[in-house]
């Protein structure tokens, strides 16, 4: 059975920095796409960012230039760096993972395995 657990939410004001941790097995890093996704209230899921197996990096264009995903195999953990946060970046942050193969697609149905979330709340 494949868990995934994120960590690392919480409350900031806006400029301020979070770092998501979302635990999951080694297997899983090395073989599947991961991404970042949020929901924020009233609105639908949105893929925020992603890495494939081999660490190549896409993102949505409202994050470019303030978070980072990234992936470290040995720690078992998929992290995204958060750097200057806004009002609006307040969501549920999932993460997930996909067997797509070698490359990462944004459409969620691709994505098998989700976590339970944690929140992000950015106050102006």
């Known amino acids: 059975q494949v868990q995934l657990v994120e960590s690392g939410g919480g409350s900031v004001q806006a400029g301020g920095s979070l770092r998501l941790s979302c635990a999951v097995s080694?297997?899983?890093?090395?073989?599947?796409?991961m991404g970042w996704f949020r929901q924020a209230p009233g609105k639908e899921r949105e893929g925020v960012a992603l890495i494939d197996r081999n660490a190549r990096t896409a993102y949505v264009e409202s994050v470019k230039g303030r978070f980072t995903i990234s992936k470290d195999n040995a720690e078992n953990s998929l992290y995204l760096q958060m750097n200057n946060l806004k009002p609006e970046d307040t969501a549920m942050y999932y993460c997930a993972a996909s067997d797509s193969g070698p490359y990462c697609y944004w459409s969620q149905n691709r994505f098998g395995y989700w976590g339970q979330g944690t929140q992000v709340t950015v106050s102006s």
């Open positions: 080694r297997y899983i890093l090395s073989t599947h796409c």
